[in-house]
Each structure stands twice: as C-alpha cells, then as structure tokens.
C-alpha cells in the first residue's frame, strides 16, 4: 500500500493535484481511496460532480456512521471520503481529521487491501490535527507543494519540520517537493534554490496553464480531457515520480535567519 499525503499553503493547487494523482493511479489500474482533510469539504467535488457529505455532518446527525455513509465510489472507482469540519470561526479546524481517522480505524477502513490512499490535507503543519496524517504516520511520502511565493515557501518550511519533528526509523517520512503554478524560468530557480537549501528531492515543476483554471469550473480532471495533454504529461511525471522514490536525504529545515538569507540571496539573484 502507497499512502501519500499533500500538503502545502492555502491556495496552491493542493487539492487539484491530488486529485489528478488519484486518477492516474486509479488508471493505472490501482484501487484507490482518496481522503479530503479540509473544512471546505471540495476535494472529492471532481470524483462526485457534488458535494459529498462529511465524516462529521453525519456524526452530527445521527451520533454513529456506517462504511456505506462515507466511502462513496466516483469516477475511476476511486473511494471518496471527506473529512469535515467546524464552520468558519467556529471550533478547531483539525477536529474533523482526528475524529475521521478514529471512525476509520473502527471501521477498518484503512486496513482495507487499498493500492494507494491519498490525504489532501489543509494548510501548512502549523495545527497539531492537521499534522495528524504524518505525526500517527498515515502516511509515508508527503508531496510538499508551492509555488516561487516567499510565504508559499515559508509554508512549506514549516511542513518539512513538521516532517522532522514526526519522521521514525520505522518510517522515515520521505518528502518530495513539488513545484506549482510557476510563470517563468526565474520562479523555477527560486523553488530549486529552495530545494537545495534544504536538501529535499524535487518531484516536479508544474508550469502555470490555464487548462487547471479551465478544469476546475469544468469539475473536469487533466485526465479526463484530451485537450489538456500537456499538463497530463507533468501529473504522470509527478505519479511516476511519486512511486519510484524511496529515499531521500536528511531534510535541512531553515531557521527564521535562515529564511532571511534565503530571502536575500533570491533577491540579489534577481537584481543581477
């Protein structure tokens, strides 16, 4: 079993890209179950055509759930579930991954003979309930995803802590970067750059292409469209990528000065 997790900063195209992960695992034959670990509930939306009811709106309901409420079946054969959470400003945001996984480990979800499960997790690992995937070690490659953004890479930053603070010799949490929305050369430096202070292997660098724009309002996947075979060849690469890597070296995670050089060497690099 491949157990994979996205992380990264609000708004970079997490749920996009987990999503068109799963399809091409799930076409490439695999069984696979995808997890949405976000308040919003939208990351199975391209599974369904539809909102599907959350772990926690049926808990709320009936005080008990059953597999048949919240595995459902969507496109590919892919097995949805989303989390759920508080609404906004209301209650902690993590509550719906913790409590998810406790009903899953009753029900024996996940101990099922799943190829590939996917978590599309909120945020960075600043929230103990979202650091949940890795800190219980659901998990074994966490794809880190940003784009050239200072804050975006910040972001990511504290993930990759947050992958050293929960790794073990049991399982080492292998992190791979992936580079997202980028516009130019100079944006693709800058996330290489970043690689190399610390150290992480670099899963790939997706160009900004409006066919993920044009997906989205069509609640269509790269996958499913002919017309998006450019950015399907960056996804497989990216699934490709994904399987084959099985170790990686010492992640280095930045301090706040360390942060500040590096802020400072991308911006002598650019005035040049």
């Not at 784009?147 to 791979?176: R, T, V």
């Amino acid at each position: 079993m491949l157990r994979i997790a996205f992380y990264g900063k609000g708004g970079i195209g997490k749920s996009t890209l987990a999503s068109n992960i799963s399809v091409a695992f799930a076409k490439a034959g695999k069984k696979v179950l995808h997890i949405g670990c976000d308040p919003k509930s939208d990351s199975t939306r391209f599974f369904l055509n539809k909102k599907q009811k959350t772990v926690l709106d049926i808990l709320d309901e009936k005080g008990n759930i059953t597999r048949e409420e919240i595995v459902l079946k969507g496109k590919f054969g892919i097995s949805c579930i989303e989390t759920g959470g508080p609404k906004a400003g209301v209650g902690c945001a993590g509550l719906g991954i913790s409590t998810t996984m406790q009903e899953l480990e009753r029900l024996g979800v996940l101990s099922e003979n799943w190829d590939i499960i996917i978590y599309d997790v909120l945020g960075d690992v600043v929230c103990g309930g979202f650091a949940i995937p890795m800190r219980k070690h659901y998990v074994d490659k966490i794809c880190v995803v940003t784009s050239a953004d200072f804050m975006s890479l910040y972001a990511a930053n504290n993930i990759l802590n947050g992958i050293n603070n929960y790794k073990s010799k049991k399982n080492p949490l292998i992190g791979i970067l992936v580079g997202n929305k980028i516009n130019s050369q100079s944006e693709e430096e800058i996330i290489k750059l970043f690689a190399e202070y610390t150290n992480i292997e670099i899963g790939a660098l997706i160009r900004e292409d409006f066919s993920f724009k044009l997906s989205d309002f069509k609640k269509e996947l790269i996958l499913e469209n002919e017309n998006f075979s450019d950015s399907e060849k960056e996804i497989l690469y990216l699934k490709n990528k994904i399987e084959t890597i099985e170790y990686t070296k010492e992640l280095s995670t930045l301090s706040e000065e360390e942060l500040e050089e590096f802020r400072d060497n991308i911006s002598r690099r650019m005035l040049k």
